[in-house]
Nanobody, 121 residues
């Protein structure tokens, strides 16, 4: 079965940084685009960033451009999200998932439990 284990979240002050990791298993990681998503309590899950299967293309939602960087290590089957200059509005639970293709926002596989990020003074 496909499994995602997201780690690296926590409590951080505004302006701080965190690095999230997503360990993937149960599918051929290197063949799929991967995305980070986040969900604020009471709202729908949204795409934060996506990276192509070979890591040669990335895209970001406007609110995180210039602050967040998505990357991947296909040998380790791991996805990363470096988050800098964090703001209170980044507070959410962060998830990862694979995508059928680079333009597809839907997650392909069952969701993991996510990692919570809280940004406050």
């Amino acid at each position: 079965a496909q499994v995602f284990v997201e780690t690296g979240g926590g409590l951080v002050q505004p302006g701080g940084s965190l690095r999230l990791s997503c360990a993937a298993s149960g599918f051929t990681f290197k063949n799929y685009p991967m995305s980070w998503y986040r969900q604020i309590l009471g709202k729908e899950r949204e795409v934060v960033a996506r990276i192509a299967a070979r890591g040669d293309r990335t895209l970001y939602t406007d609110s995180v451009k210039g602050r967040f960087t998505i990357s991947r290590d296909n040998a380790k089957k791991t996805l990363y999200l470096q988050m800098n200059s964090l703001k209170s509005e980044d507070t959410a639970v962060y998830y990862c998932n694979g995508n059928a293709n680079y333009r597809d926002d839907d997650g392909l596989y069952p969701w993991g439990t996510g990692t919570p990020v809280t940004v406050r003074s």
